[in-house]
């Protein structure tokens, strides 16, 4: 079944160590986007990608990167974690010129 | 002024009436309109989709979009508990500026 994939579903872990967030999708999408949610807040991009060795920053300012080497997997990287990155982090394809977007289930990230 | 505005809620009704969830948007280009449904530690699922102006009913489910007054809404009929979650409206441009905006998401009970 086509589906769209983020381990992990959850994350807790120290200040100054570098995580990478993972995301799959099967469903041959080409463009693929990260977006951050505070609970009681809207989704911000962070990071988006059109395609294989594409990727954009979105409209919040983010110091984590991001790499498409693959069209199917589009992995998020925090060099140093530090408390303010404590968020949910939700992975989400589309076809491109098709702005319905599925998402994953999300990572939830604490740092401690 | 934000760009895509939604009362975040909470909305608590009895189960089997009519809900009625709305936003506003200041973007005239926006052309493409979603509604997403979320649940508690999940990602959102998308719901409904809508190109330009008009209404589209699935179901229980209706969408309409007044490009006039610059509104949305989605209607809920013969609301059920299992309706209860977080919905958020999304819209985007034409291709060329086709990041997809969220509005905040209203948190809906339905009450048994």
């Known amino acids: 079944e086509a589906d769209i994939y983020q381990t992990p579903r959850y994350l807790v872990i120290g200040t100054g160590k570098k995580i990478t967030l993972e995301c799959s999708q099967t469903m041959g999408h080409d463009k693929m986007y990260w977006y951050q949610q505070d609970p009681g807040m809207e989704l911000h991009l962070i990071h988006y990608?059109?395609?294989?060795?594409?990727?954009e920053k979105g409209d919040l300012s983010s110091e984590s990167t991001v790499s498409r080497i693959r069209t199917e997997h589009f992995p998020l990287t925090l060099e140093s974690a530090r408390p303010s990155h404590t968020s949910q982090y939700l992975c989400?394809?589309?076809?491109?010129?098709?702005?319905?977007?599925?998402f994953g289930q999300g990572t939830r990230l604490t740092v401690v | 002024q934000k760009e895509v505005e939604q009362d975040p809620g909470p909305l608590s009704v009895p189960e089997g009436a009519i809900v009625s969830l709305n936003c506003t948007y200041s973007?005239?280009?926006?052309?493409?309109f979603m509604w997403y449904r979320q649940y508690s530690r999940k990602g959102p699922e998308l719901l409904m989709y809508?190109?330009?102006?008009g209404n589209k009913e699935d179901g229980r489910f209706t969408a309409q979009v007044d490009k006039s007054s610059k509104y949305i809404s989605l209607f809920i009929r013969d609301s059920q508990p299992s309706d209860s979650a977080t919905y958020l409206c999304?819209?985007?441009?034409?291709?060329?500026?086709?990041?997809?905006?969220f509005g905040k998401g209203t948190r809906l009970h339905i009450l048994p």
């Open positions: 990608s059109y395609g294989v060795n594409s990727t």
């Open positions: 809508t190109y330009s102006s």
């Open positions: 973007n005239s280009a926006f052309q493409y």
């Open positions: 999304a819209m985007s441009a034409p291709v060329g500026d086709d990041k997809i905006i």
């Open positions: 989400a394809s589309s076809e491109v010129g098709d702005t319905e977007a599925f």
